[in-house]
């Protein structure tokens, strides 16, 4: 069975939607016939450019990833969802052999780990109960390939825990979708050091409406994104993709 859900008409939640890719993400979900998108974000005044741009498409409401009651108070008021995509995420610099990794672990598993398992959690049986919809996570290539710091174990857990949320919800017909971008221009793609080779976010939010309309679950959305997606293709296709009975 292979599931596909096209953005056109449909109502999508996106977190850390004020800035960065989560905000092209907004923009090429309405370009794309989204019928209103929920800007889920720490704080509701940043997405206010966008509700400016886009009148009641764009309705904020406040979520702080890393906190589980916080992701619950969003969920209740968001019951109309289709498509949530998990897109905020934090970076820091720091390697596991350096001063303060203990910080930076728990700051980065915080966001990105536990903040997908909390977003999963809530949103799971919202997407149940309107048919399915689709559950998209914003990973990296640094789920694949460890680019000499805890950030890239992040990523690899939370692209792990992907898979995981791929075969528990397929049960309830929801499409999951692992997004692998390479370097972005936006504040953590300059933070990370990679303005000279980034991409726009623009090419995220291209590649996540294609992905919805093809029910692809890796998806590559630039230069390196699919050098390194043609490397792993085969592991992906052969081992990862399909359903395996274990033990
Ligand atoms: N840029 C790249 O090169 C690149 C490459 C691969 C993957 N990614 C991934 O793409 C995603 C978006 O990154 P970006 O480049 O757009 O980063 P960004 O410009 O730094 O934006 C990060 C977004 O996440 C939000 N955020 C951070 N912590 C949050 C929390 N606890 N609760 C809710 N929102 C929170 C931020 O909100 P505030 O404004 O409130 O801080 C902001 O909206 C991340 O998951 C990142 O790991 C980025």
Redesign the pocket.
Known sequence: MSLTYPIQGKIALV?????????AIVEGFIANGATKVYA????PA?AQPLVDQYGDKVVPVA?????AE?VSAAAKVTGDVQVVVN?????KHTAALDDGWEEAIEYQF???VY?LIYVARAFGPILAANGGGAFVQ?????SLKNFSNL?SAS?AASYSITQDLKVALEGQSTLVISV??????????V??G?EEI?EP?SQ?ADAIVEALASGEFHVYTDVLSRQMGEGYASFAKNVVEPVMEVG
Do not use: C, Q
Request: glycine share 16%.
């Open positions: 977190t850390g939607a004020n800035r960065g890719i989560g905000k889920a974000v720490r704080n940043s979520m702080d990833i890393a906190d916080s897109n905020a995420g934090v970076f915080g966001v990105n903040g914003i990973n990296s290539v640094a950030y990523k692998h971008p390479g370097p972005i221009m936006t504040d953590m793609g933070e990370a990679l980034a976010p995220v």
